[in-house]
Nanobody
């Protein structure tokens, strides 16, 4: 049974940092690309970052380039999203995604506010 379990969200002040984690099970994580998406209230779901199976050059949305870093630990079946210099507009529900299997986690909420 495929599961993606996110954690690490919360409330942070502008300029602060958070690290999201997504632990996967039920498939061979190490050979799969992974993605992070986010969805703010009233907006469409947005692709934030993606990483291939060997952690090669990741891709980022323009809105987060230079501030967010996606990484993975294949030994732990976990993909991370390090978020620095957070802005109020980063407030959203963040989702982990396994694109080839079209599977999603339940998401974790990030709220950036002073």
């Amino acid at each position: 049974q495929v599961q993606l379990v996110e954690s690490g969200g919360g409330l942070v002040q502008p300029g602060g940092s958070l690290t999201l984690s997504c632990t996967a099970s039920g498939f061979i994580f190490s050979v799969e690309s992974m993605r992070w998406y986010r969805q703010a209230p009233g907006k469409e779901r947005e692709l934030v970052a993606s990483i291939n199976s060997f952690g090669g050059t990741p891709n980022y949305a323009d809105s987060v380039k230079g501030r967010f870093t996606i990484s993975r630990d294949n030994a732990k079946n976990t993909v991370y999203l390090q978020m620095n210099s957070l802005k109020p507009e980063d407030t959203a529900h963040y989702y982990c995604n396994w694109p080839r299997g079209n599977r999603w986690g339940q998401g974790t909420q990030v709220f950036v506010s002073s």
